[in-house]
């Protein structure tokens, strides 16, 4: 499986293009660099150049044609991707434009190798501006004070809620949200007596106002 190195530049980045497109410049580009400690996890003697390309919503092209492949082993991929930024100001988006190109590397990669793992990916900017760069290259920074609590959230798995799993009981004490989660976890229940054997208590517990009877109504129609 080959890991991917891509470059994300400006339309008119004409010589930084025509320069990586040279695979002897690229592997130097690389080796002055990665990080050795990344460096040692990859062959960069095996870059391979190849053509990738995105259009966003807007049908506009968001990176360039110039994308690296190179083995790391046979189960993983990663993907490095350069942005060369050479324009007078610094753009404070582009962690989230980073965020955009990754998703989108991500979103062809499980097209094109459906069975395969993610690749990493790894997001270099090349500045060239007369400004330092003067904004955050992170995008948990643009969290504000919740930074801690967006990085924690970000890195953990998403909260899966198996109603099968949750007793009716259960479900009762949550209230009218539990009368949605019951009707959902006995969705393929055709007995509606047996239904209302069990929601006619669990009403009387509730206070049912005039804009929550579409709920009830349509845990009815479930099991109609």
Known sequence: MSVMVTDVHQPHDGLFQQAMKNITVARDFFEAHL????QKRIDLSQLRLEKKSFIDDRSQRLESDIIYSLKIDEESSIYFYLLCEHQSRVDP?????????????MEQHRAQHP??????????VLYSGKSPW????????????????????????????DLHRVKDDELQKHQLSGLMEFALKNKKVRDFRKFLQRLLPWLDQVNIEDDQERLLKSCCVTFY
Request: hydrophobic share 40%; glycine share 2%.
């Open 35 to 38: 990080p050795q400690s990344l």
């Open 93 to 105: 988006d582009m962690p989230y434009r980073l965020l955009r190109y990754q998703m989108r590397l």
């Open 115 to 124: 069975k395969s793992d993610l690749p990493i990916i790894y997001p270099m």
């Open 134 to 161: 003067n904004k955050s290259r992170s995008l948990f920074d643009y969290y504000g004070e919740q930074a801690e609590l967006a990085k924690s959230l970000w890195s953990a798995p998403f909260q899966l809620i």
